[in-house]
């Protein structure tokens, strides 16, 4: 069966600390691994996808990372308009348009 | 950009009442899926849809049916709403994977927050 797991689950920053989240997987195959953004009430907005042990992407303060069992999310600096869940999550290992298997988040938190 | 759209922001509605949440996707999606989200569970799969008329179950089904019929909208059918089903319900879309290798990200609409009563 299919597993991530996200840690820490809440992580309060000060504006400009930097920092990493952890979102760590057990998948037979991997096909993807995704990262969302998530404000409260809405929808999750996706951020990146990584598939291969190496890979990394960027956007603004962010960047994921990924090795064989577990992939990081590092915030650069932060602003307060960084807070937000961040969720992690994996494709299933059937192929063709599985849905994907989601961590619980990190709720994170900057104060200014 | 990717635009999905989902019928109602919030809904209310009485126990043993059939509820139908729309969504549509403006992107040529072959891929739909509907989500929902609880505190403490997180997201959860209820059902997904590769093709029009094509529909396979998620993680939790039960209570639940679905409807394509049509590629840019899929339908999600409560039959006989019970209070365990009032949480927030998250639709997605996005275009097939290339098989066993690799999947495509989802794109989701802003949710339904729906309450049984």
């Known amino acids: 069966e299919d597993q991530v797991t996200q840690s820490p689950e809440a992580l309060r920053l000060q504006e400009g600390e930097s920092s990493s989240l952890n979102c760590s997987y057990t998948?037979?195959?991997?096909?993807?691994l995704f990262w969302y953004r998530q404000d409260p009430g809405k929808g999750p907005e996706f951020l990146f996808t990584?598939?291969?042990a190496g890979e990394e992407k960027e956007k603004e303060r962010l960047k994921a990372t990924l090795t064989k069992k577990e992939s990081f999310l590092h915030i650069t600096a932060p602003k307060p308009e960084d807070s937000a869940t961040y969720l992690c999550?994996?494709?299933?290992?059937?192929?063709?348009?599985?849905?994907?298997?989601f961590g619980k988040g990190t709720h994170l938190i900057i104060q200014p | 950009d990717v635009k999905v759209t989902q019928s109602s922001r919030y809904l209310v509605k009485r126990t043993g009442e059939k509820v139908f949440l729309e969504c549509v996707q403006d992107?040529?999606?072959?891929?739909m899926f509907w989500y929902r989200q609880d505190p403490g569970l997180g997201l959860r799969l209820i059902y997904f849809?590769?093709?029009?008329?094509?529909?396979e179950k998620g993680d939790i089904p039960e209570g639940y049916s679905v409807s394509r019929e049509k590629k840019e909208r899929f339908s999600l059918i409560l039959e006989s709403a019970s209070t365990n089903q009032t949480s927030m319900y998250l639709c997605?879309?996005?275009?097939?994977?290339?098989?066993?290798?690799?999947?495509?990200?989802?794109?989701f609409g802003p949710g339904t927050r729906l309450t049984v009563l």
């Open positions: 997605a879309s996005s275009f097939l994977g290339q098989g066993a290798f690799r999947s495509n990200e989802q794109f």
């Open positions: 998948v037979s195959g991997l096909r993807g």
């Open positions: 990584l598939y291969s």
């Open positions: 999550a994996v494709p299933g290992s059937g192929g063709g348009a599985d849905g994907l298997t």
């Open positions: 992107m040529d999606h072959e891929n």
């Open positions: 849809s590769y093709d029009v008329k094509m529909k």
